[in-house]
C-alpha cells in the first residue's frame, strides 16, 4: 500500500504552461483526504514552488531545491543543506569564466544579475519544446516571476557570498550550448562536495552533493514512520533519479525521456494530460 506520494513539479506535476490542472489537484486533495502524505519535490525555491500551489489551493510539506531545503505544510524548515560560500564562489567563477548564464537560490528566495535575460531565456525554452503556443503569452507568464518577486534582482552575487545570512542553496544555469554545458558540468564535478544534475536540456543544476530528491524523500518518509517501500515517487528528469533509486514504485512521466523511463517500474501520461493524477488514482 502506498502511504507517501512525491511528485516534481515542472514537467510533471505542471503542465507545459506551468498550471496545475484540475484532475491533477483532485487526485492529490483525494490522496491527503484518504490519509497518504503528499509531499511535492522540486528544483524550485519555496517561494516559487508556493506561489504555484497556493493558486490551486493545495497545501503540503515541499522538498525544496532538489532536497536542499525541505518544508513542513506550514512552512517550517525542516532541514536545510547549503553549499559553503567558498565553493559558491568557486562555482560562481567558473560559470562566469565560460560565459554562462546563471541564478542563485537562496534560503530568501532566488536572485539574477540580469532580470531580461531570466525572462528571454524561459520563454525560449517553453517556446522551442512547445512551438504551437504564442510567445507573448508565454512572455507574460515568465515576467511574472520577476513582476511577482519570484526572482530577484542583484548587482552582484558576492553580495550574497559575503552575507551570513542568506543560505547558498543551488546553482541553476543555462545554456543553449550543449557543449558549454556538458563542459561546466565536468568542470563543476571536480569541486568538493557537490551534486550536479539536469532538470532539462538547457539547464545544469548544482547542490551540495547531500543535497539530493532522494536523500530529503528517504528522511522524510523515515520520521513519519512510512517505508521507502509504501513511497511513490513521480518525476520527468534527471534531478528525480535519486527519487526513483528510492522509492518503492517509480513512476515517469509521458513526456520523459527513453532514458529516464527505463529507471522506472510505470510511465503514466504526460503533463499535459495529468498524467500525476492518474498515477495516484492508481495507486488509491
Not at 531545491?65 to 567563477?93: D, L, M
Not at 546563471?102 to 531570466?118: I, M, N, P, Q
Request: with cysteine; proline share 2%; aromatic share 6%.
Amino acid at each position: 500500500m502506498i502511504k507517501c506520494i512525491a511528485t516534481d513539479m515542472d514537467g510533471t506535476l505542471l503542465n507545459s504552461m506551468q498550471q496545475i490542472s484540475e484532475e491533477n489537484k483532485a487526485a492529490i486533495l483525494k490522496a491527503q483526504k484518504a490519509g497518504v502524505e503528499v509531499v511535492v519535490a522540486t528544483g524550485r525555491s519555496y517561494q516559487e514552488a508556493t506561489y504555484v500551489l497556493n493558486k490551486k489551493g493545495i497545501t503540503c510539506p515541499i522538498i525544496c531545491v532538489n532536497g536542499a531545503e525541505v518544508r513542513s505544510k506550514e512552512g517550517e524548515v525542516i532541514s536545510a543543506t547549503p553549499i559553503s560560500k567558498q565553493v559558491a564562489r568557486e562555482v560562481a567563477a567558473k560559470l562566469e569564466e565560460m560565459d554562462i548564464y546563471f541564478e542563485v537560490y537562496t534560503d530568501k528566495g532566488t536572485y539574477s544579475v540580469d532580470l531580461e535575460k531570466a525572462v528571454s531565456i524561459l520563454v525560449d525554452i517553453v517556446v522551442t519544446a512547445n512551438p504551437e503556443v504564442d510567445p507573448e503569452f508565454v512572455r507574460q507568464k515568465a515576467e511574472a516571476r520577476r513582476r511577482d518577486g519570484l526572482v530577484h534582482p542583484i548587482d552582484d552575487y558576492e553580495t550574497l557570498f559575503n552575507n551570513d545570512e542568506f543560505r547558498i542553496y543551488k546553482f541553476l544555469a543555462f545554456s543553449f550550448d550543449m557543449d558549454k554545458l556538458k563542459a561546466a558540468s565536468e568542470s563543476l564535478k571536480e569541486l568538493e562536495d557537490l551534486n550536479v544534475t539536469k532538470s532539462g536540456v538547457e539547464n545544469i543544476e548544482i547542490t551540495h552533493r547531500n543535497a539530493q530528491k532522494g536523500i530529503a524523500l528517504e528522511a522524510f518518509v523515515n520520521a513519519r514512520g512510512i517505508s521507502l517501500s509504501e513511497t511513490m515517487a513521480i518525476g520527468d528528469n534527471f534531478n528525480d533519479v535519486s527519487m526513483f533509486e528510492k522509492a518503492g514504485r517509480a513512476v515517469a512521466m509521458g513526456n520523459a525521456s527513453p532514458g529516464i523511463k527505463s529507471l522506472c517500474d510505470w510511465v503514466t501520461d504526460t503533463n499535459d494530460e495529468s498524467g500525476v493524477g492518474k498515477a495516484i488514482l492508481e495507486v488509491l
